[in-house]
């Protein structure tokens, strides 16, 4: 009847938790919330006590040891119980405790009797029976007879062994947890799980040293319980984390792997026999990869995102209401091939891909290095510095710490290499900042931007929790980050940063005339190509020392770039471009030699230079980007030009392309007529130089409606004060003393609300504040300028400066505001020679002005001005016979009365 009614009280439950060789929690069925848990004491037995570590938070608390035989009596339970289904009753409850005392029965199988626990583990001899009582139960019986026969055999407890036997030796502190960690050099520690704190965190013992350590899992972090006052609050999904955690290792036998410290817990990731347990974490939407820890994560670090991710696509759990923030990709190639054309900066390439395309590349998720130390404020303490002792511009490949290495790092490993690119994301536009595209670029399986940072030449960019847009090994980065950290490497080291001096002579001509005879004698030195056009370059010199100047290719002239000038802006000549891209091709930011030969007055060395044994020179007249000099001829090198010359010639190679071979050449005079076609003009502004602005009569009507238009959208949306921040060269709007809106080229900038602007439609210059300019409207910046930039033909100004003041002032009385005819006579360069004519009385304003005695009269060598050069030589000696202005004290001309051809 007993054993029909124990049988009718059975329950059935998981074992969570051995807690001793006596004691067991075990989780009920769940019912529609966390699954119910009791303690259950096994009746009539007794086991050893287990160490306990002092609690500090009580005064009294004190560390105690294990009793002989108490791990093997848990362990005894743990291995047989833990996680297992069992049947147990409860005999009896302790009051107030919630303890209650049973059997627990483990099912062996069908149709057959379960196996009784407490009888178990009796008959091993790790418990004692308790044998009080009036009259021992039938169980309690079997229980001593059980131990007898324990006791017998020498079994557990009772082999008689030496006090010490079966007791730990447990390490409940580490004193140094990093040097702990490098000693066990990342391989696999065999742990039994004793604590789930929380998804993520578990207090274990390492076995078989007895450390007793607290493990933050590496690379992931669950939702938390967080202190409100006296209670706890759990974060959504906290409860449900932990229970997974809890059921899967909670005392598990699992392998740890210790990576990292963070205060006094340890990072580290942990082994379940059916893989890391961070990943299903992640998978089950219960955690989220973090960047702080994840580069301590010895390997697997991919699986962690690509876990997380899978969550994230299935929107489980924390990840219930995520939408992802990366931008699509919407280019055609992902990967591709390239070389490596210029290293632009420390995380920035120029390739060439297969197609002949250029593009800019930015190495995903790096940051360059930067200056540590910011210039001295010119205005410290409220003081102000002298004018005379500007601060010293900031040169950043020089100057920032460990730029000039990171550039190097890069030039040496790549300029001119084949390398596989991988987009990871498109930067868009930003502050000012142009769209970049990021990418991963590897070469021989090498991730460049990992090599990089490994080297302490660059750190890893942290992100938002919630920014995708990353490189795809972001991880690998911030282990290496973390490996140059730990051997504090480049930007991470503790010494001094390398400093580079560097004596720079370009733009220095009186500096380049010092260095020109030791540059001379040196013969052949080693250098480093920083391009400025084809035939011009600036190079760094090694040794001994780093010099920085510009230098001209000798014996050749190749087709010039498109530039602004002092007459206006010039168009490129062609294959100009193309003679630059060979030259970049071919020798930028590669080790060359360099052979100057002199140097010119602006202090810019000419010589020759030479890749892999290449001459330049000769390479780029081979390819037809460029004529042989004269210059070339008294050279060594006069023969190779000449025969890639001839040999271009013969292909009619780019700049040959329309030669034709020379013909029997017929002399032909030249013609003696003078062309005339004038055009009225009104004159806008005039120079100093016998130059005037003016604008095409012609084309009034539709510059008016030009100016209507802009004006109109500058009104729609006025420019805010202060909003653009002009540089030298820049396009912008500006408003005149007319109180009107006007395109104009910014010329200088004096300070934050002083800049000197050009006006581009009328050829005058005025001082502006930052509330009267700001940015052009876009589409207005093609248009041609409607000032045109003229000088005055065959007249030349008087030496005296008090008559060229009185020339001017005529000059400006004739012409400024006034319509006038002009015909163009010649040109010097870009710059156009014009004579004027009033329109009514066809007078020739030049011809004018020299009569009245105010200009001098040129001597013109061309046949076709002969004609009128002597009309204007009439009329100066018609003003110098009457005294008239410069020659009111007499003739001023005498001594080069021979050059101008006519006597006083």
Not at 64 to 69: A, H, L, S
Not at 241 to 264: H, M, P
Not at 537 to 551: I, K, T
Not at 838 to 846: A, H, N, R, T, Y
């Amino acid at each position: 009847m007993a054993a029909q009614s124990q049988q009718q009280n059975f329950m059935r439950g998981i074992v969570k938790q051995v807690q001793s060789g006596d004691a067991v929690i075990i989780r009920g069925q769940p019912k529609g919330g966390p699954p119910p848990e009791k303690q259950i004491c096994l009746s009539n037995v007794t086991a050893p006590k287990l160490a306990k570590k002092a609690n500090p938070n009580i005064a009294t608390s004190v560390e105690t040891k294990d009793e002989p035989y108490a791990w093997e009596a848990r362990e005894y339970l743990r291995k047989k119980l833990i996680g297992k289904e069992v049947h147990f009753t409860v005999e009896y409850s302790v009051p107030g405790s919630g303890r209650a005392y049973g059997c627990i029965y483990l099912p062996t199988g069908k149709d057959q009797t379960p196996e009784n626990v407490t009888e178990s583990i009796v008959a091993e001899g790790l418990v004692e029976v308790r044998r009080g009582g009036i009259k021992p139960s039938d169980d309690q019986n079997k229980l001593i007879l059980l131990e007898d026969t324990a006791k017998a055999a020498k079994k557990g407890k009772w082999a008689g062994t030496a006090s010490g036997a079966g007791v730990r030796d447990v390490h409940w502190a580490i004193e140094n947890p990093r040097n702990f960690v490098d000693s066990l050099h990342g391989k696999e520690q065999d742990a039994v799980i004793e604590h789930v704190r929380d998804g993520c965190t578990v207090r274990a013992f390492l076995i078989p040293s007895f450390h007793h350590v607290t493990v933050m899992l590496s690379g992931i972090k669950c939702p938390m319980f967080r202190r409100d006052g006296d209670s706890e609050v759990a974060e959504p999904f906290a409860m449900e984390a932990k229970y997974f955690t809890e059921s899967r290792l909670l005392q598990r036998d699992v392998k740890i792997i210790l990576e990292g410290v963070s205060n006094q817990n340890f990072l580290g990731s942990i082994i379940h026999p059916k893989g890391n347990i961070a990943e299903f974490l992640l998978a089950e939407g219960l955690a989220r990869c973090v960047d702080w820890s994840i580069a301590t994560v010895t390997h697997g670090a991919e699986n962690l995102r690509a876990a997380e991710k899978k969550a994230k696509e299935k929107q489980s759990r924390i990840w219930k209401d995520y939408k992802s923030k990366a931008v699509p990709l919407n280019i055609e190639e992902k990967t591709y091939t390239g070389k490596v054309v210029e290293v632009v900066n420390a995380d920035a390439l120029l390739l060439k891909t297969a197609s002949g395309e250029y593009r800019k590349v930015t190495l995903s998720s790096i940051r360059p290095p930067r200056l540590t130390q910011p210039a001295k404020d010119s205005k410290e303490n409220g003081k102000d510095e002298e004018p005379s002792k500007p601060e010293r511009r900031i040169r950043p490949l020089y100057d920032v710490p460990y730029m000039f290495e990171a550039r190097e790092f890069l030039r040496k490993k790549l300029i001119g290499k084949k390398v596989n690119v991988s987009v990871d994301y498109i930067k868009p536009a930003n502050d000012g900042y142009p769209e970049k595209t990021c990418v991963t670029v590897t070469i021989g399986g090498i991730n460049v931007a990992e090599a990089l940072v490994s080297k302490g030449l660059c750190s890893v960019i942290r992100y938002r929790q919630d920014d995708d847009q990353r490189s795809a090994h972001y991880d690998a980065l911030l282990t290496a980050e973390t490996r140059a950290i730990k051997n504090s490497k480049g930007i991470h080291s503790k010494k001094e940063y390398p400093i580079h001096r560097i004596a720079d002579l370009s733009g220095e001509a009186q500096k380049a005339k010092q260095f020109l005879p030791f540059l001379q004698r040196a013969g052949r030195s080693n250098a480093i190509i920083f391009s400025k056009n084809a035939s011009d370059v600036r190079l760094n010199l090694n040794e001994p020392l780093l010099l920085s100047l510009l230098s001209s290719i000798s014996g050749i002239t190749c087709p010039k770039m498109a530039r602004t000038g002092p007459g206006g802006p010039t168009e490129s000549e062609p294959f100009s471009e193309e003679a630059l891209q060979y030259t970049k091709e071919l020798v930028l930011q590669r080790e060359v030699e360099v052979e100057v030969e002199s140097i010119d007055k602006a202090g810019n060395f000419i010589g020759w230079l030479f890749v892999e044994g290449v001459n330049l020179s000769v390479a780029l007249v081979e390819q037809g980007l460029s004529k042989m000099h004269f210059t070339a001829e008294r050279s060594n090198y006069a023969r190779p030009i000449q025969a890639a010359e001839e040999k271009a010639k013969t292909a009619k190679l780019k700049v040959w392309e329309k030669y034709e071979e020379p013909k029997t050449l017929v002399t032909v005079e030249e013609t003696a007529e003078r062309k005339t076609n004038y055009k009225r003009i009104i004159v806008t502004e005039i120079g100093n130089e016998l130059d005037f602005y003016a604008q095409l009569v012609e084309s009034g009507p539709q510059f008016e409606k030009f100016m209507e238009q802009l004006r109109a959208e500058i009104l729609e949306a006025p420019p805010l004060p202060g909003s653009f921040s002009p540089k030298k060269g820049d396009m912008c709007v500006a408003k005149f003393v007319d109180g009107e809106w006007y395109r104009a080229r910014v010329e200088k900038v004096y300070n934050k609300d002083k800049s000197l602007v050009f006006f581009l439609d009328y050829g005058n210059s005025d001082f502006v504040t930052s509330a009267n300019i700001g940015a052009m409207p876009p589409g207005y910046h093609t248009q041609q300028p409607q000032a045109r930039h003229f000088h005055l033909a065959c007249v030349t100004l008087p030496k005296d400066d008090e008559f060229k003041q009185e020339a001017l002032e005529a000059v400006k009385r004739d012409i400024l505001n006034a319509q006038l005819l002009y015909n163009t006579e010649y040109r010097v360069g870009s710059a156009e020679y014009v004579t004027l004519l009033i329109p009514d009385s066809k007078e020739d304003v030049g011809k004018g002005l020299v009569s009245e005695g105010f200009l001098l009269a040129e001597q013109r060598r061309e046949k076709r001005l002969q004609k009128m050069v002597a009309e204007y030589v009439l009329a100066q000696q018609s003003a110098l016979k009457a005294h008239l202005n410069l020659w009111r004290y007499g003739d001023i001309t005498e001594d080069d009365a021979r050059e101008f051809g006519y006597q006083a």
